[in-house]
């Protein structure tokens, strides 16, 4: 079966290499918020064929960052993530998803992000994300090494 990416979806490269395994992912920044998108592939699905949860959960997380990064200009480290799973997506289909920032404070990111294939929404997420300032970015990289 041919997939049609939806118009306006463009690939999205550049993620980390988590993130670049399980897609590929597409985005549509012609939209307010972005668009996200991918087609739930075999590899996506559990034992009975649908989605994975922690599939959906990351999908969202990482629409959730590009948000946070989006309206603050700096990255953000996932703190809390809480799920709400309200329809299964079965292999083939097309996921779409947007996140928006609700509030910030210090450098506190709150935010929220809906899944869905079509009209039926499948997964609602609310999260909090930490802000990484520079020196917390060179310790970590530090740490790498």
Same mark, same amino acid.
């Given at each position: 079966m041919e997939r049609v990416?939806?118009?306006g /979806?463009?690939?999205n490269e550049g993620r980390g290499p988590y993130t670049t395994h399980n897609g590929p992912f597409y985005i549509n920044t012609s939209n307010d918020p972005w668009l996200h998108?991918? /087609?739930i592939l075999d590899r996506h699905c559990n034992g009975a064929q649908i989605a994975h949860g922690g599939m959906l959960m990351s999908f969202a997380d990482g629409i959730c960052g590009h948000a946070v990064y989006k309206e603050t200009r700096t990255a953000g480290v996932t703190i809390k993530l809480n799920s709400e799973f309200l329809s299964a997506v079965r292999t083939g289909e097309w996921l779409e998803g947007y996140a928006k920032v609700n509030s910030t404070k210090d450098d506190f990111v709150f935010c929220e992000s809906k899944l869905y294939v079509g009209n039926?929404?499948?997964l609602l997420v609310n999260s909090i994300f930490k802000l990484r300032t520079n020196k917390e970015q060179k310790k970590i990289i530090k740490k790498r090494r």
């Open positions: 990416v939806p118009e /979806f463009i690939l998108g991918t /087609f039926r929404d499948v």
